[in-house]
């Protein structure tokens, strides 16, 4: 029954969205690369539990389920072709009501402070191992550049990013994303009851990339083997703790370059 009820309300968001970039509120929806996400969700690979991560910047409140509407009707029914996503507990899981339906639209919760090793992280890892679609927004926050002088392009990639990819039975396929035009759509920063309104006119652009290398992410992770290394010094546990952060340190940077890289691509284009 659980899983009918997420299917219908996956769906029913998926729909929705659909139906909202269609109508000619946004002055316009331009889609590139959405065939390298396709060859991502549909590679065999995913039956023996190698997962898809996407991961893009975050520019605004509507970015996740909105840029879903752009995606084939036909994958808003199958679970396989819809993505699990990480969600703050105090902003989507406020109430009965809304931690239902957010569960039930296949979010996490997750606990802003909690570090790497809270249940939504586990949760991501297990379902990636087992060949699910996660889609992270690595700066853990609304970030608005545009808006905002002087923000950076990127913040900082949250280390959660990291531990995922460190425990990940198989290196995932992952896709790079970048939204535009978002943050012009809901703006942060306005008065209620504006700030729950969309604006019009906006044109909006989602953008999929070429799958991260996979030899990039593995020479991030390369240095894993040494850590067993430190199992029999005297400070043994001490010296594991911090190569097992610099190994996350590494394996972040290499997605947020990833991210970035495509993001001045198309802010360049």
């Given at each position: 029954?659980?899983?009918?009820?997420?299917?219908m309300?996956?769906?029913?968001?998926?729909?929705?969205?659909?139906?909202?970039?269609?109508?000619?509120?946004?002055?316009?929806?331009?889609?590139?690369?959405?065939?390298?996400?396709?060859?991502?969700?549909q590679?065999?690979e995913?039956?023996s539990?190698?997962?898809?991560i996407?991961?893009?910047?975050?520019?605004?409140?509507?970015?996740?389920?909105?840029s879903?509407?752009?995606?084939?009707?036909?994958?808003?029914?199958?679970s396989?072709?819809?993505r699990?996503?990480?969600?703050?507990?105090?902003?989507?899981?406020?109430?009965?009501?809304?931690?239902?339906?957010?569960?039930?639209?296949?979010?996490?919760?997750?606990f802003?402070?909690?570090?790497v090793?809270?249940?939504?992280?586990d949760a991501?890892?297990s379902?990636?191992?087992n060949g699910?679609?996660?889609?992270?927004?690595?700066?853990g926050?609304?970030?608005?550049?545009?808006?905002?002088?002087?923000?950076p392009?990127?913040?900082?990639?949250?280390?959660?990013?990291?531990?995922?990819?460190?425990?990940?039975?198989?290196?995932?396929?992952?896709?790079?994303?970048?939204?535009t035009?978002?943050?012009?759509?809901m703006?942060?920063?306005?008065?209620?009851?504006?700030?729950?309104?969309?604006?019009?006119g906006?044109?909006?652009s989602?953008?999929?990339g070429?799958?991260?290398?996979?030899?990039?992410?593995?020479?991030?992770?390369?240095?894993?083997?040494?850590?067993?290394?430190h199992?029999?010094?005297?400070?043994?546990?001490e010296?594991?703790?911090?190569?097992t952060a610099?190994?996350?340190?590494?394996?972040?940077?290499?997605l947020?370059?990833e991210?970035?890289?495509?993001g001045?691509?198309?802010?360049?284009?």
């Amino acid at each position: 029954m659980s899983s009918a009820l997420s299917r219908m309300t996956v769906g029913a968001i998926g729909l929705t969205c659909k139906t909202f970039l269609n109508l000619g509120y946004c002055s316009s929806v331009k889609v590139d690369g959405l065939a390298n996400l396709q060859r991502a969700l549909q590679d065999a690979e995913r039956d023996s539990g190698r997962g898809v991560i996407t991961m893009s910047n975050h520019i605004s409140t509507l970015d996740d389920p909105l840029s879903w509407g752009v995606l084939p009707t036909s994958w808003y029914l199958s679970s396989r072709m819809t993505r699990w996503t990480l969600g703050a507990s105090d902003i989507m899981f406020t109430n009965p009501a809304f931690s239902a339906f957010f569960r039930n639209g296949q979010v996490l919760e997750t606990f802003r402070g909690n570090g790497v090793f809270q249940p939504a992280i586990d949760a991501a890892i297990s379902k990636l191992n087992n060949g699910a679609w996660i889609h992270l927004f690595g700066e853990g926050k609304v970030n608005q550049p545009g808006l905002e002088p002087g923000q950076p392009l990127l913040l900082r990639f949250k280390w959660g990013v990291g531990r995922i990819l460190m425990e990940a039975q198989r290196p995932p396929i992952i896709i790079p994303m970048w939204l535009t035009g978002f943050d012009r759509l809901m703006p942060e920063g306005r008065s209620f009851p504006y700030k729950y309104l969309p604006r019009r006119g906006v044109a909006l652009s989602v953008t999929y990339g070429e799958p991260v290398k996979e030899a990039d992410i593995r020479t991030a992770l390369e240095s894993r083997a040494s850590m067993k290394e430190h199992e029999d010094h005297p400070d043994g546990h001490e010296l594991g703790a911090r190569e097992t952060a610099r190994i996350r340190s590494a394996v972040t940077a290499v997605l947020h370059r990833e991210v970035e890289a495509l993001g001045r691509r198309v802010l360049k284009a």
